[in-house]
């Protein structure tokens, strides 16, 4: 029981984080304007994402434009993209398999498979959220460099948006999930136990047993 529970939580968590992933990779909110000495601009708001930068007016429309060339976008930005879909290619792969191995279901009858099977979901989910970890933590990085440079002008300067947050907040799912389902392995001794049955009582031609039963 113990374990199940483990498989549950842990699966319950790396599918939340893996949607996390997939919001973040989505979102528009990498990089949003740092409103700092005269730099405050309250007429527009401009939002820059994986792969599209958005533009929110004051009376709250906003307009978005997709990323024209590819091969012209900066090296955070296209890592960013490749890792996080690979992250969530993961997290799909990590599902089907911690299923496929999980003790509520039937597609695998040894339970040491079963449980071996899990583990490896477990270990997908755990690539997949340093997968999503990398360009989080790098992009972060550029952002706050820029932000403290003197050279970068102040109309340039950015800060880390939500969707960042939201990134750091799936891949601790992420990561603490796998573990659980890594760590959710049914007691050796329960598979092995064998049960022994003591040979019946014969009785004797005169109605009485054997008295070597009793010896």
């Known amino acids: 029981m113990v374990s199940a529970g483990l498989e549950i939580i842990g699966l319950a968590l790396?599918?939340?984080g893996s949607l996390l992933v997939m919001v973040a990779c989505g979102l528009p909110m990498w990089k949003v304007p740092a409103f700092i000495d005269?730099?405050?601009v309250v007429a527009q708001t401009?939002?820059?994402?994986?792969?599209?930068?958005?533009?929110?007016?004051?009376?709250g429309q906003m307009q978005c434009k997709v990323y024209d060339s590819v091969l012209a976008l900066t090296h955070d930005l296209q890592t960013a993209r490749a890792l996080t879909i690979i992250s969530s290619v993961l997290g799909v792969l990590g599902l089907m398999v911690t299923i496929?191995?999980?003790q509520c279901t039937?597609?695998?009858k040894t339970e040491l498979v079963k449980a071996r099977v899990v583990n490896a979901g477990g270990v997908i989910y755990i690539i997949s959220g340093i997968f999503a970890l990398v360009p989080l933590c790098w992009m972060a990085n550029n952002?706050?460099?820029d932000f403290y440079n003197p050279h970068v002008p102040a109309a340039k300067k950015r800060e880390i948006g939500a969707a960042l947050y939201i990134g750091w907040a799936a891949t601790a799912l992420l990561l603490?999930?796998?573990?659980?389902?890594?760590?959710s392995c049914p007691s050796s001794e329960s598979s092995s136990y064998s049960v022994k049955y003591a040979p019946t009582k014969?009785?004797?031609p005169n109605g009485d047993y054997d008295k070597r039963n009793y010896v």
């Open 106 to 108: 039937n597609c695998i």
């Open 100 to 102: 496929a191995g999980a």
């Open 143 to 145: 952002i706050i460099s």
């Open 14 to 16: 790396c599918v939340i």
């Open 46 to 59: 401009s939002w820059e994402g994986l792969w599209m930068s958005c533009v929110v007016q004051s009376t």
């Open 202 to 204: 014969r009785a004797t």
């Open 176 to 183: 603490i999930g796998g573990g659980m389902l890594c760590c």
């Open 38 to 40: 005269s730099n405050i």
